[in-house]
């Protein structure tokens, strides 16, 4: 019984926060409410009460969920075999187009991200280390099969990630759509060659 | 006579954007009215729109200005001797230096740094096209004294300014003050490494 009861409590923790995307996606993070996202669920905002605190809180979870997603895909294509360089390419790549999906464009979730980023540091700040360490184990690939050279390992992954800000950050992927720059392959090609070995 | 007169009229524009540009930095933009411009100078708000056609045009001026001084900076820096690594480093943390204490900090101009970016980006674009431009011309010395290696100067001018974003981007520089990432100094070893010629 109680093995049920956890299942149902995880279920609909679940549900909440997945009808708490779609409609932070459809009419924007500020203007729902948490009667709004009971309504959709035909309970009553007290019961979304017992599973979450506060909006701020199921702000949190469906951010985390958004990020995880990311960090989930960028270790599978760490964890898959073939030439680093191409992989690595992959991985900065999918992390672009992830987060051009879910933070840019028409949907309204970079209401969500600007928030996350005033109020929320700590969920952004472990993302961006998460993925950090994920770049950096592909490094470290790459320095064992030789394409790669970086004394440092964790600096190097750092490097990498700052200079793909512009095509990483949230804010920065749509300030720079339409500015003048360099394309993505073109910008992973740069830090390909500040990897590469110089003999 | 018309000497001296263009002579005090050019003045007069200075003088308005000195005072401008204070009011600015103290009360902020969108607070600062052409009233109190006017009130500083002694003047009457219908001779201020004598030089200036409305705000957003001393707005514009005062953000030229500010632009400006990084650019005779970057470009002095690029015209005087000395090995090209050394004074790419120091172009790349002079840029990184005058902008944070520009718009960064306890003064007020991160508000018109803002309302550039949303309502006037040719003049933010003019200013990164200049920025990578001079930042071109070091590449290229490197090329030509063997230290660096870009087979497209444009691009590779274009790669190490977007590579910089976090240290050049006014909104990059505050909000990355207080998160982990390389130092600066870090930053331009890795850009140095991605031009630098593979044997």
């Given at each position: 019984?109680?093995?049920i009861?956890e299942?149902i409590?995880g279920?609909t923790r679940e549900?909440?926060?997945e009808?708490?995307e779609r409609l932070?996606?459809?009419i924007g993070?500020q203007?729902t409410?948490?009667?709004d996202?009971a309504?959709?669920?035909?309970?009553?905002p007290?019961?979304?009460?017992?599973?979450f605190?506060s909006?701020?809180?199921?702000h949190?979870?469906?951010a985390?969920g958004?990020m995880?997603?990311?960090e989930?895909?960028?270790?599978?294509?760490?964890a898959?075999?073939?030439?680093?360089k191409e992989?690595?390419?992959e991985?900065?790549?999918?992390?672009?187009r992830?987060n051009t999906?879910?933070?840019v464009?028409?949907?309204?979730l970079h209401?969500m991200?600007e928030?996350?980023?005033q109020?929320?540091w700590?969920?952004c700040?472990n993302?961006m280390?998460?993925?950090?360490?994920?770049v950096?184990?592909?490094?470290?690939?790459g320095?064992?099969?030789?394409e790669?050279?970086?004394p440092?390992l964790?600096?190097a992954?750092?490097?990498?990630c700052?200079?793909?800000?512009?095509?990483?950050?949230?804010?920065?992927?749509?300030?720079c759509?339409t500015?003048p720059?360099?394309?993505?392959d073109?910008?992973i090609?740069?830090?390909?060659?500040?990897?590469?070995?110089r003999?």
């Amino acid at each position: 019984m109680a093995l049920i009861s956890e299942h149902i409590e995880g279920d609909t923790r679940e549900r909440i926060l997945e009808v708490a995307e779609r409609l932070f996606r459809l009419i924007g993070y500020q203007k729902t409410t948490v009667g709004d996202i009971a309504k959709e669920l035909r309970m009553s905002p007290a019961n979304v009460y017992r599973f979450f605190e506060s909006k701020k809180a199921i702000h949190q979870a469906v951010a985390r969920g958004l990020m995880g997603e990311v960090e989930l895909e960028a270790q599978r294509i760490v964890a898959k075999p073939g030439p680093v360089k191409e992989r690595f390419r992959e991985l900065l790549t999918t992390v672009h187009r992830m987060n051009t999906e879910r933070y840019v464009g028409d949907n309204k979730l970079h209401e969500m991200v600007e928030i996350a980023m005033q109020e929320d540091w700590a969920v952004c700040v472990n993302h961006m280390e998460c993925i950090a360490g994920v770049v950096g184990q592909m490094i470290a690939q790459g320095v064992a099969s030789g394409e790669f050279e970086a004394p440092d390992l964790q600096l190097a992954a750092l490097c990498a990630c700052t200079a793909m800000m512009r095509f990483f950050h949230p804010q920065m992927i749509a300030q720079c759509a339409t500015k003048p720059g360099p394309t993505i392959d073109q910008m992973i090609d740069f830090v390909i060659a500040g990897l590469s070995p110089r003999h």
